[in-house]
């Protein structure tokens, strides 16, 4: 049977993969060539030779990995995820100044619907449009030429070994710099794109199957509470903020009264207070566990969290979400969402203000068991807060104080102190939820206390930096330092032994999410194994 003639245009399948290997190291990694050129330690015609020797390392490394998929029926579409990745990564790297890590694409897995349209924009479209359509309509269009397997094969063999010998002699001719770059500014590891984004996603797949297949391990075992069998229940309510900077309360001595409110109660805010994580994917899992940052991040094991261990000791236990989800946390207790309610003036355009978690709330404590509200009640409720980049949704018109705003979601587009505007409004508006929920609890019977504590903070332009996500280890502070703050009523304190003046001497005392966990114990009177007292930064304020 005779082979039907070749497309007088068909191209050599191996001419694809390396036009595309080009390609990707160019505009799509604009954001890796922007920040390598302001460095001081590249720079002149030295700078100009290790950046092109860094391009031809970067396109080396691509076609290699092509080279290893370049087979006739998944070509294109490999192809395609390539382009579509990078043109994706390059959009928001760019706009936002982000990186890509492992941290960054579980957000992007973990994100909804609503969160997801909080990012569109004409500039995303245009970018995906130039970037990724473009790219793919002249991909598609391309005959391909058919090559017999056996000639494939060793065609993909010998391009890939070309390709990591283009690799190996680019990298040994900067080496010096490229060292010397990559040990000092190693932000741009996660800025190579789109091999970042497959790094990240390999990461994401192996690091769950490092851990224990098995059930999830149970602590808290012997809860109990340590309180005097004659004590009167008491109600806690610990919040959960969203992406709050620790700067920008006026009562941390922001230059902003944005929190006229709370400035009139007995609180205690702590100033030097540093997450676990710079998302809430990896700050919230971290903050409710009992191992701490640096063993959460190392664990063989998943296990319960600080919310089973109170379920355990015989407490009512309630969880209220106003976002996306608790992150598996409240699975096992009690628990609803309010973030689609239908309830105006609070809902509208498919999410509500954090006051919708106070409504019907005496309803759902009232649906608890009785033998636990009678031991008492922990309620745990995950606010919308500050959540970014639509920050002008957050906040009801009334509650706007600080104009003109950014009312876009492309926050690149405004004026950076319509940014600041726009964010200090929600922090002005978790001020006035805050408050409403102080005087909630001030209406309950029995003693209350009241305790607020951030997941992660927020970048707004600095150093031309949005959002959050950065990689730990190189985020600015704003993303790592968080407000906690603490109110309790006479009767809590009394019943407890708790000095007010004691914990505000621990104000600007280095502080962390590694306390939280045992102090959350400590003010719902539990005890367990797990409990370290040292760790509980009300503990030694508690005077018997």
């Not at 104009?403 to 950076?416: F, H, I, T, V, Y």
Request: overall charge positive.
């Amino acid at each position: 049977m005779k082979r039907p003639f070749p497309h007088p245009k068909a191209r050599h399948p191996l001419l694809l993969t390396l036009l595309t290997a080009l390609w990707l190291v160019t505009l799509p990694n604009i954001a890796l060539w922007r920040q390598l050129s302001q460095l001081p330690e590249v720079s002149g015609l030295r700078g100009l030779l290790f950046g092109l020797g860094f391009a031809v390392g970067i396109a080396g490394l691509t076609h290699a990995l092509l080279s290893l998929l370049n087979w006739r029926w998944v070509l294109k579409p490999v192809l395609s995820l390539f382009v579509l990745s990078a043109a994706s990564g390059a959009y928001f790297m760019s706009s936002y100044g982000i990186v890509i890590d492992t941290t960054m694409l579980v957000n992007v897995v973990q994100t909804d619907p609503r969160e997801a349209a909080d990012l569109l924009n004409w500039r995303m479209l245009l970018s995906l449009g130039v970037l990724g359509a473009l790219p793919l309509w002249w991909l598609w269009q391309q005959p391909v030429l058919t090559v017999r397997w056996t000639r494939r094969l060793a065609g993909n063999a010998l391009s890939f070994l070309a390709s990591v010998a283009v690799l190996v002699v680019s990298l040994f001719l900067i080496y010096q710099d490229f060292a010397s770059v990559m040990r000092n500014h190693t932000q741009l590891r996660y800025l190579i794109n789109p091999l970042n984004s497959f790094y990240a996603l390999g990461e994401v797949v192996a690091k769950p199957l490092e851990r224990d297949k098995g059930e999830l391990q149970p602590i808290g075992q012997d809860a109990r509470l340590a309180l005097p069998a004659q004590a009167q229940a008491a109600t806690l309510i610990v919040v959960v903020g969203e992406t709050a900077r620790m700067g920008n309360f006026g009562i941390n001595g922001y230059e902003r009264d944005t929190t006229p409110r709370l400035a009139r109660e007995e609180v205690v805010s702590l100033r030097n207070v540093w997450s676990c994580g710079t998302s809430t994917a990896s700050s919230l899992p971290c903050m409710f566990s009992h191992l701490g940052k640096a063993a959460f991040e190392k664990r063989s094991n998943n296990f319960e969290s600080l919310v089973d261990l109170l379920q355990h000791a015989g407490l009512a236990v309630l969880w209220i979400d106003n976002q996306s989800g608790c992150k598996g946390l409240c699975d096992r207790v009690p628990n609803t969402n309010t973030s689609a309610l239908k309830a105006p003036p609070l809902c509208h355009g498919g999410e509500c203000h954090d006051e919708v978690m106070l409504q019907d709330l005496d309803k759902r404590l009232a649906e608890l068991p009785a033998e636990r509200r009678a031991r008492g009640t922990v309620v745990f409720m995950h606010q919308m807060g500050s959540h970014g980049p639509a920050y002008h949704k957050r906040v009801p018109p009334a509650f706007k104080r600080f104009m003109p705003e950014c009312a876009s979601n492309a926050l690149q587009e405004c004026d950076r102190q319509q940014v600041v505007n726009a964010y200090d409004n929600t922090i002005a508006y978790t001020d006035h939820f805050l408050a409403e929920t102080l005087g909630w609890l001030k209406k309950r019977p029995g003693p209350s206390a009241l305790v607020y504590v951030a997941d992660h903070g927020e970048s707004l332009g600095e150093n031309n930096l949005y959002l959050h996500g950065l990689p730990y280890a190189i985020a600015p502070d704003v993303q790592k330092r968080v407000p906690w703050i603490t109110w309790t009523s006479r009767a809590f304190a009394a019943q407890r032994g708790l000095e007010t003046a004691c914990l505000k001497g621990k104000q600007d005392m280095a502080l962390s999410h590694d306390h939280y966990f045992h102090s959350i114990m400590g003010m719902a009177g539990a005890r367990a194994a797990e409990y370290r007292p040292e760790l509980d930064i009300y503990a030694s304020c508690m005077k018997p």
